[in-house]
């Protein structure tokens, strides 16, 4: 039998690969270091989870909600827009909640993709970005991750070469993977671009609020004109430490937003009501448990990078996001990012995330996520010192890796 016509426009999902030797490593019952899925293991605050108990017990909130949330979470989000970034958003006609942000890009995709549409998207990238538009019939051209004058000039040389023209432009700072963080001279050169090839951009700003060296990272929509072809994906999830909560918001250009929540009305009615109450709370709250939450990654982050770079394994300091990307040791290098990957669950107990599973262009690196604690930390790193120590030895076999020395 054939592949359904939208599974074969996939590849293999890498991830998956490492998952199954992470499964059958905890099976034979290594204790594994799991630093792999950016799945954030701080507690939800207690103020948002008492709104959540207290709704729950409310009459009619176990009946349907609304796709684009209710107009209390809606006038919450711009209300943190507001005091964050200076932006000013109307709740009725340029907020939708979402399931997520990555819901959020996917039914985006669906509500403006054309088949055959070009979307030029980053490489290395969060998959929903390239994978959203290719599920929708669109076709993606990579640019680099990286702000900059080589961003451009790949823009530029994606708008000459594509037929059809390109119709969106994304953009994810702080990036997941690469951790890289663009400031507003960067996107007010986007939005150009953007208005003289008229095409949108699509903004994934879910790690705001996680950063740690330089100044707070920027809304793409605290630029001059950006609302005539900008919109902006947010997250709870690493904020607030909600990621189960599955809330989100798509804000911005009013044409957009409204094609958004045409497609979700077809789709979901929404999250559930409690749920949207309390993330109405965690938004309408004291920010005090998100710079708790941001020490807490900084302190991870810093003990990273000292003992995986004593260990033998240096790894850049990220300014932001709960990530740090990683060049795979030069040794390793020519076994690929999924299969360093598995040598790392199997010899040293610690799970990372393969590079090519954010792009072919990421196979040099694996993603770290700040999702354990500080001496889970140290003790993969001493792991992975004594996997990197031994491995000329314990890995002559490996055919690949001798002809690297």
Not at 159 to 170: R, Y
Not at 283 to 312: H, M, Q, W
């Amino acid at each position: 039998m054939t592949e359904f016509h939208s599974v074969r426009r996939l590849p293999p999902y890498v991830f998956e690969q490492v998952n199954r030797v992470k499964a059958a490593a905890r099976k034979a019952g290594a204790d594994i270091i799991d630093l792999g899925m950016g799945n954030p293991d701080l507690p939800t605050p207690e103020h948002i989870n008492a709104k959540l108990v207290e709704a729950v017990t409310k009459p009619r909130t176990n009946r349907y909600s609304t796709s684009k949330g209710i107009p209390g979470l809606r006038r919450a989000q711009a209300a943190y827009y507001a005091r964050r970034f200076g932006v000013k958003l109307d709740p009725d006609t340029q907020i939708v909640a979402t399931l997520g942000s990555k819901e959020g890009f996917a039914n985006m995709a669906q509500a403006i993709t054309a088949p055959g549409d070009v979307v030029l998207a980053p490489n290395p990238s969060y998959p929903i970005h390239a994978f959203g538009f290719l599920m929708a019939g669109g076709v993606i051209r990579n640019v680099p991750a990286t702000p900059g004058p080589d961003y451009f000039r790949a823009l530029e040389r994606a708008v000459i070469h594509s037929i059809p023209k390109p119709i969106a432009i994304i953009t994810c700072y702080p990036s997941n993977p690469t951790a890289e963080v663009a400031d507003l001279d960067f996107y007010k050169d986007v939005i150009r671009f953007a208005k003289q090839h008229d095409l949108f951009v699509l903004s994934d700003l879910a790690y705001s609020e996680i950063y740690f060296d330089g100044p707070p990272p920027p809304s793409i929509l605290q630029v001059p004109g950006a609302f005539d072809v900008a919109v902006e994906f947010t997250s709870l999830s690493k904020t607030y430490s909600m990621p189960g909560w599955r809330v989100g918001f798509a804000v911005g250009n009013e044409r957009l937003i409204a094609a958004l929540a045409r497609v979700k009305s077809y789709l979901d009615y929404g999250a559930y009501t409690p749920i949207q109450v309390a993330a109405s709370a965690a938004l309408n709250g004291p920010d005090d448990c998100i710079v708790e939450a941001r020490e807490i990654y900084r302190k991870r982050r810093d003990t990273l990078v000292e003992s995986f770079g004593r260990a033998g394994f240096p790894v850049p300091s990220p300014r932001a996001s709960m990530f740090a990307w990683a060049p795979i040791p030069e040794k390793f290098r020519p076994l690929g990012s999924v299969e360093f990957s598995k040598l790392l669950v199997e010899k040293a107990s610690v799970a990372v995330a393969p590079g090519i599973g954010f792009g072919e262009h990421g196979d040099d690196f694996v993603r770290i996520a700040l999702v354990e604690n500080e001496h889970r930390i140290r003790q993969a790193a001493r792991s992975i010192r004594r996997f990197l120590e031994t491995a000329d030895d314990t890995l002559h076999n490996v055919v690949p890796l001798a002809a690297a020395r």
